[in-house]
Each structure stands twice: as structure tokens, then as C-alpha cells.
């Protein structure tokens, strides 16, 4: 007599098994999914309406990248902004995360292009070169 305790299962309901490193990265990711998705509620007609913000830790320090958000929803999006940031960084530290060490400058101003925020201006310190 068969009993179905000992069957073999199904693997389409077998629990995904995610590495507590993998769960940390889904959730950053859904929080900047949120994040954009507050952003994109807001149409881009005239930049000075929007603001930008570091957004995110390097594990060398410095931002990861930099942001455009509406003024009117800066209540809403800062601190989740702060929460990625410190997810990131607690993340970077856990894991032992290496990065480039390339310092994000602050965009120099925000322009808007087919509706949407665009930051503007040389991002990353380049090199410099020797001669």
C-alpha cells in the first residue's frame, strides 16, 4: 500500500530555496521598483518641479547613482530613498561587496524629455589622464 507522505512531490510546489543574500537583493530591488513607480506617476514639464538625490551606497562610500523626483512627492520618496540607501549599505558590508570606487558626481540639472526627468551632466569622475 502506497502512502502519499512518501510519494515523491510535485517541484512546481516545492518552496523556493533563496539564500538569505539572494532575499536581501529582491527586496532592494522591489523597494526601487516602488520608488520609480512613485517617480513615474508625475509627468516631467517643468524641471523645476523636480529635484534629484543620491540614491544608494558604494561599498567604498559615495552614492550609488543619483535620482530626479517630483518636489510635490519629496515627502514620500525621501525616506524610501533612506531605506534603500541603508539596505545597500548594510547589504554591502554583509556581503563583503566589492565595487569600482568611481565617485558618482551630482548631475549638474534636470531637464525634461518626452515627459520624464533627465539628469544631465558627467556622472562619473573620469580618469585622469597622463601625459
Known amino acids: 500500500m502506497m502512502n502519499e507522505e512518501t510519494l515523491p512531490k510535485d517541484i512546481a510546489l516545492k518552496p523556493e530555496n533563496h539564500s538569505p543574500q539572494e532575499e536581501e537583493q529582491v527586496q532592494m530591488k522591489n523597494l526601487i ?25 558604494k561599498s567604498c ?13 519629496e515627502e514620500e520618496i525621501l525616506p524610501k530613498v533612506t531605506q534603500f540607501t541603508s539596505m545597500q549599505t548594510a547589504f554591502n558590508t554583509k ?11 551630482p548631475p549638474s540639472e534636470i531637464k525634461c524629455e518626452n515627459g520624464k526627468a533627465v539628469l544631465i551632466g558627467d556622472h562619473l569622475e573620469k580618469e585622469k589622464e597622463t601625459e
Not at 517617480?39 to 523645476?48: A, F, Q
Not at 559615495?62 to 518636489?71: E, H, L
Not at 556581503?95 to 558626481?105: E, F, H, P, Q, T
Open 95 to 105: 556581503y563583503k561587496i566589492m565595487s569600482d570606487c568611481m565617485v558618482v558626481l
Open 33 to 57: 521598483k516602488e520608488i520609480d513607480a512613485l517617480i513615474n506617476t508625475e509627468t516631467c514639464s517643468d524641471p523645476t518641479d523636480w529635484k534629484f538625490t543620491a540614491i544608494g551606497s
Open 61 to 73: 562610500g559615495g552614492p550609488s547613482s543619483y535620482i530626479a523626483y517630483p518636489i510635490k512627492l
